[in-house]
């Protein structure tokens, strides 16, 4: 079961750090990303992380302002958003397969077989 938490309201140009947590296993051997689904829209890529070797992906709307990380312990995965706009209000899930993803599955939602709840950002002044 995924867990993800951190969402909120902020204002334009400002930043949130949204958490995913498995509970009752690690990351190990997984690949983790993070997707959105904003009101009225399909739900999309977001990022990526492969634990295997640490890579990452990213969709290019938020390259530069959004970065994956895990942490040592190999528990939790993060999303550190910076800069954000009124276009990334969203529900925000984290998703894991438990397989080392090739890069150009990265971005493909049905890759991931496990899903978390969401959480809401929302960017506005």
């Known amino acids: 079961q995924l867990q993800a938490s951190g969402g909120g309201l902020v204002q334009p140009g400002g930043s949130l750090r949204l958490s995913c947590v498995a509970a009752?296993?690690?990351?190990?051997?997984?690949?983790m990303g993070w997707f959105r689904q904003a009101p009225g829209k399909e739900r999309e890529f977001v990022a990526a992380?492969?634990?295997?070797?640490?890579?990452?992906s990213y969709a290019e709307s938020v390259k530069g302002r959004f970065t994956i990380s895990r942490d040592k312990r190999e528990i939790m995965v993060y999303l550190q958003m910076s800069s954000l706009k009124p276009e990334d209000t969203a529900v925000y899930y984290c998703?894991?397969?438990?397989?080392?993803?090739?890069?150009?599955?990265?971005?493909?939602?049905?890759?991931?077989?496990?899903w978390g709840q969401g959480t809401l950002v929302t960017v506005s002044s």
């Open positions: 998703a894991a397969a438990a397989s080392r993803l090739i890069t150009s599955r990265l971005g493909s939602s049905s890759a991931y077989p496990y």
């Open positions: 009752g296993h690690t990351f190990s051997t997984y690949t």
């Open positions: 992380i492969r634990r295997s070797d640490g890579a990452t």
